[in-house]
């Protein structure tokens, strides 16, 4: 009864066209949301649980905020616009134009692939070969982690929304994409088609946390 129905529509800030004041102002968004609401102490979590990484590679990375908030090891972010790439503050991060399911890389090529609130952007068969793919790049483990899809994360993004404290791509972006994400058990039936050395964990708040491992 809290569970709305999954509604898998296309977000604004992945559009081709989108002005480029409304994508800074939807990335600045992001960086708040990843700061003031819980992204990078989960992200955090999710790398301890990984084994701490000294080398990381990160999907659908935007502006690298997550990144910037680990300080030492290889970091490398990747994202399919390099509008969103470019927008990054710290310099000091490796930055890859690429798709997340045909990634540029050898296999075994970093300690951990991670990604946050990337997973709702994909089918479940998307999914599933995306963390294939992932897996193969990683030397360790996978690390992923989204908003869980919950009538109360969706309340409170349209509340932003209502009263304008998001810009006008976030004020649709946000609430299209808890409608896109996923049910602990829709992540859990993923990731064991993936491999059986996998975790789906239900953090806080209103999020899970994908693990496998190689």
């Known amino acids: 009864m809290f569970t709305p129905p999954r509604l898998d529509e ?20 992001l960086r708040r949301f990843n700061r003031y609401c ?27 905020d997550l990144l910037e908030s680990v300080k030492d090891g290889l970091r490398v972010g990747l994202d399919i616009k390099i509008d969103h790439l470019l927008r990054g503050e710290d ?18 090529a970093f300690d951990a692939i991670t990604s946050a609130h990337f997973f709702h952007h994909f089918t479940p068969e998307q999914n599933v070969e995306l963390l294939r793919e992932s897996l193969r790049v990683a030397k360790h483990a996978v690390a992923v982690n989204d ?33 896109r994400g996923y049910t602990i058990d829709e992540a ?6 993936v491999t059986a050395r996998s975790d789906v964990v239900k953090m806080r708040p209103y999020r899970f946390g994908i693990l496998l491992w190689k």
Do not use: W
Request: aromatic letters at 6%.
């Open 91 to 108: 310099n000091s991060i490796r930055k890859v134009i690429g798709d997340a399911r045909q990634l540029p890389f050898r296999d075994n």
């Open 10 to 29: 296309p977000e604004l800030l992945d559009e081709h066209d989108a002005p480029v004041a409304d994508m800074e102002r939807s990335l600045r968004d």
């Open 147 to 179: 908003t869980r899809r919950h009538y109360i994360p969706l309340l409170f993004v349209k509340l932003l929304a209502a009263f304008r404290i998001v810009g006008r791509i976030t004020r649709f972006d946000a609430p299209a994409s808890v409608r």
């Open 188 to 193: 859990r039936d993923v990731a064991t088609q």
């Open 38 to 64: 819980g992204g990078i102490s989960i992200y955090k979590r999710m790398l301890r649980r990984a084994g701490n990484p000294k080398s990381i590679l990160d999907l659908g990375t935007g502006s690298s």
